[in-house]
């Protein structure tokens, strides 16, 4: 599992841990308001929206809320103390004897269906952003690949440039799965994102296209240039084995197929006909590249 995973799952999970805290904080208020029994002095306190669990978890990760929305981060934190102190007012009142304030029970009931509609939004922001992303190779997945595709088509034509569009696949994928395990698979899949990434120019996205397949997006002056890129790729592939356990490495290598995109083409006949060319490829005995001319 790649660190980008655990490190959202971690947050996820402590942020679920801090709301839950918050919920048995809202008992504890309730308890208060019904046996008028004191709610504890971190609720009287007047930095209580810094003590609680909460509180103290939201300020040593402001820096990841701010960097999602900061915002939302600053509304966040005034919600969350308005909350408090409306509770400290509400609690005070009724510990002396007196019924609390509607407008205090106004300001609580509000600022808490903000706060957890707030949490809520950055949990969804949090969860969407890890989607776009393949835990297994840090690559992006294909989710964003159209809007990326329109921007590049857009350069070209501007740039009088061409653009390709690279379908890569793992050659003999499977008996590497059969033979040595679905760790070794992933280590192999892990291998080749990153060849393929130190391979490709800036600029140039590249994603997880599904199973051992990749898509890239070659910017390039020339058909030759073009060739030039896919047999540069194809290079790094097979010149790098793979480590695997006991000391044993595999070499690999990988199959393209370019398909030069029509200057009003849409996204998906450029993938049909790359697609298309990497069967051929396959078909000529793998280890290749194939290119399939503009429409």
């Not at 509609?117 to 393949?134: H, P, Q």
Request: hydrophobic residues 40%; proline residues 4%.
């Amino acid at each position: 599992m790649s660190r980008v995973l655990v490190e959202t799952d971690a947050f996820v999970a402590e942020l679920d841990a801090a709301v839950e805290a918050h919920m048995d904080w809202s008992r504890r208020i309730l308890r208060c308001a019904v046996l008028h029994s004191t709610p504890g002095e971190d609720v009287l306190d007047p930095m209580a929206h810094t003590l609680c669990r909460f509180g103290a978890w939201f300020c040593a990760n402001r820096g990841t809320f701010e960097a999602l929305d900061a915002a939302s981060a600053q509304r966040l934190e005034a919600v969350h103390q308005a909350m408090h102190d409306a509770i400290r007012a509400l609690c005070t009142q009724v510990i002396s004897g007196q019924p609390g304030r509607d407008g205090d029970l106004d300001a609580f009931e509000t600022s808490q269906a903000e706060l957890l509609k707030l949490l809520a939004d950055y949990k969804t922001r949090i969860l969407s952003s890890a989607v776009r992303d393949d835990p297994l190779t840090g690559l992006p997945l294909r989710y964003n690949v159209e809007n990326d595709f329109v921007l590049c088509q857009k350069e070209a034509r501007r740039n009088r440039s061409l653009l390709y569009v690279v379908m890569i696949d793992v050659d003999h994928f499977k008996p590497i799965n059969d033979t040595y395990g679905h760790q070794a698979g992933d280590q192999v899949l892990r291998h080749v994102a990153h060849t393929l990434k130190q391979g490709v120019r800036g600029g140039e996205p590249l994603y997880r296209f599904g199973g051992e397949e990749f898509l890239w997006l070659l910017k390039c002056k020339s058909p030759e240039e073009a060739r030039k890129s896919a047999r540069r790729i194809l290079a790094a592939v097979g010149t790098t084995p793979v480590p695997i356990d006991d000391g044993e490495t595999l070499r690999l290598t990988i199959t393209l197929g370019l398909a030069q995109v029509g200057e009003m083409e849409d996204l998906s006949s450029a993938i049909r006909r790359a697609d298309l060319a990497l069967y051929q490829g396959k078909q000529d005995g793998r280890n290749r590249y194939v290119i399939a001319d503009a429409p």
